[in-house]
């Protein structure tokens, strides 16, 4: 299959063509978007009621028995 043709890409004003979203001079910023999404969820959507089931001291005990048990 052919490669996608070298475009410019997401930031104005840049001189690099890139295949991706972002040369490699900006790839800095796909992590700071995909942060900043992840960031948004836990605050908004996520659920707080789960996470601290996740978080409590019965299913982190339950959690390790059952790795140790997988374990043998």
Not at 1 to 9: A, D, F, G, S, V
Not at 19 to 30: D, I, S, V
Request: glycine share 2%; net charge positive; with cysteine.
């Amino acid at each position: 299959m052919p490669q996608r043709p070298l475009r410019p890409y997401a930031v104005p004003m840049c001189p690099n063509l890139t295949r991706e979203k972002y040369c490699e001079e900006h790839a800095y910023k796909t992590k700071q978007e995909e942060a900043e999404r992840q960031r948004f969820y836990n605050e908004h959507i996520r659920d707080k009621r789960t996470m601290g089931f996740y978080h409590s001291q019965e299913w982190l005990a339950t959690r390790q028995r059952t790795l140790v048990c997988k374990a043998w």
